[in-house]
T-cell receptor
Framework: GAGVSQTPSNKVTEKGKYVELRCDPI?????LYWYRQSLGQGPEFLIY????????DSGLPNDRFFAVRPEGSVSTLKIQRTERGDSAVYLC????????????FGPGTRLTVL | KQEVTQIPAALSVPEGENLVLNCSFT??????LQWFRQDPGKGLTSLLL?????REQTSGRLNASLDKSSGRSTLYIAASQPGDSATYLC??????????FGTGTSLTVIP
């Protein structure tokens, strides 16, 4: 596609529910990143994929968070047993071949946990 | 862990002024540094990417410099316009590793 897309743009859920957030990177980009941004803060790294594998998942806050990229393109961020503190904007970015290259961001998914 | 600091946190200038935004980082092994702009409620738009082997990059009215030895990068905006009003973020990363973002500088250009 022309740019990075993310769906849904907004997600409201109740505490304890499971959510999935989707990211479609720029076609041909092998690197994909997930970030979380709280109000007034810069994006906080969650996980980085190179192809299908998670090259660095050190930013995932706990085991309720999980991400996959089974075919090396679309990625899904999964959050189990959501908590109010998970409320944030979740941003996805892709780059041509890794951290040496320019990152391009999607518009984000605003997650609200009630 | 890389720490990235941006100063000032907020800046307000009259239209037409030249201005400088600062970004400092603690890890001199930084591989590259990227500047972004973020409009309210939107994602990040890439402005400039500086590789570690480079000292600066220019795009239109924007010029970004990188000094790894001092752990600093600056974004220079010439002849500011109201449309430049946004939050500006810098991010640094190592090869094969994650990127670290600063908290941003909120810029307001007054017509």
């Amino acid at each position: 596609g022309a740019g990075v897309s993310q769906t849904p743009s907004n997600k409201v859920t109740e505490k304890g529910k499971y959510v999935e957030l989707r990211c479609d990177p720029i076609s041909g980009h092998t690197a994909l990143y997930w970030y979380r941004q709280s109000l007034g803060q810069g994006p906080e790294f969650l996980i980085y994929f190179q192809g299908t594998g998670a090259a660095d998942d050190s930013g995932l806050p706990n085991d309720r968070f999980f991400a996959v990229r089974p075919e090396g393109s679309v990625s899904t961020l999964k959050i189990q047993r959501t908590e109010r503190g998970d409320s944030a904007v979740y941003l996805c970015a892709s780059s041509a071949s890794g951290t040496a290259n320019e990152q391009f961001f999607g518009p984000g998914t605003r997650l609200t946990v009630l | 862990k890389q720490e990235v600091t941006q100063i000032p946190a907020a800046l307000s200038v009259p239209e037409g002024e030249n201005l400088v935004l600062n970004c400092s980082f603690t890890d001199s092994a930084i591989y590259n540094l990227q500047w972004f702009r973020q409009d309210p409620g939107k994602g990040l738009t890439s402005l400039l990417l500086i590789q570690s082997s480079q000292r600066e990059q220019t795009s239109g009215r924007l010029n970004a410099s990188l000094d790894k030895s001092s752990g600093r990068s600056t974004l220079y905006i010439a002849a500011s316009q109201p449309g430049d009003s946004a939050t500006y973020l810098c991010a640094g990363g190592r090869a094969g590793n994650q990127f670290y973002f600063g908290t941003g500088t909120s810029l307001t250009v007054i017509p």
